[in-house]
Nanobody
Framework: VQLQASGGGSVQAGGSLTLSCAAQGLSSSVYAMAWFRQAPGKEREMVSGISARGGTTYYADSVKDRFTISKNNAENTMDLQMNSLKPEDTAVYYC??????????????????WGQGTQVTVSS
């Protein structure tokens, strides 16, 4: 199983970025998937998650109404559209997957597969 995250970059506050996660070696239709982020000196935190079939989503309070998660099970991909970015969104973003048909795990230790991370830097 391999998860490949891409789409990070540097933007000014108020800008937008779209992160993508491509999964190989698994069928995303039976995996809950999520985005986590980790800023320097801070613990990894869950940003957003989506259920196996895409019908349920989760957002951290800090990103609600700004970020949108989506999933394409036909292509085994997951995206995170990030709008109105703030300097505090600066972090390395990781995609993760766990075999789970019904719920969205919210703890990083619950996820079995991780991508390599992509850096997002938001300047003020």
């Amino acid at each position: 199983v391999q998860l490949q995250a891409s789409g990070g970059g540097s933007v000014q506050a108020g800008g937008s970025l779209t992160l993508s996660c491509a999964a190989q070696g698994l069928s995303s239709s039976v995996y809950a998937m999520a985005w986590f982020r980790q800023a320097p000196g801070k613990e990894r935190e869950m940003v957003s998650g989506i259920s196996a079939r895409g019908g349920t989503t989760y957002y951290a309070d800090s990103v609600k109404d700004r970020f949108t998660i989506s999933k394409n099970n036909a292509e085994n991909t997951m995206d995170l559209q990030m709008n109105s970015l703030k300097p505090e969104d600066t972090a390395v973003y990781y995609c993760a997957a766990r075999l789970n048909l019904f719920t969205i795990p919210t703890m990083s230790r619950e996820y079995d597969h991780w991508g390599q991370g992509t850096q997002v830097t938001v300047s003020s």
